[in-house]
């Protein structure tokens, strides 16, 4: 999984934490210290994963460039006329 999977993988899980906590809430009442931490606890996480994606980008995987793609017809012949074979020197030329 890349890093943005990842990250949309906790966000989500932390918006289903969101919805049992508020569920809880309605059953056991806002008032009590219980729920008051895990509601807490819930807040500073998701703030901390804020913070991470912010810092997503440092951390992300390279891009692969787009591929070129290379066709199978043969050059124009004329292209070569002025160049020299590489590694044999030039045609009227011979080796020392």
Do not use: K
Request: aromatic fraction near 6%; charged fraction near 30%; include cysteine.
């Amino acid at each position: 999984m890349s890093v943005h999977d990842d990250l949309t993988s906790v966000q989500r899980n932390l918006d289903d934490l969101f919805r049992c906590v508020g569920r809880l809430e309605q059953q056991f009442g806002s008032g009590g210290l219980e729920i008051r931490r895990i509601r807490a606890d819930a807040e500073h996480l998701r703030e901390s994963v804020a913070l991470l994606c912010e810092a997503a980008p440092r951390f992300a995987e390279p891009r692969r460039p787009d591929l070129v793609t290379i066709p199978d017809t043969p050059y124009d012949m004329s292209l070569w006329t002025d160049s020299d074979d590489e590694g044999l020197g030039a045609r009227d030329r011979h080796a020392p």
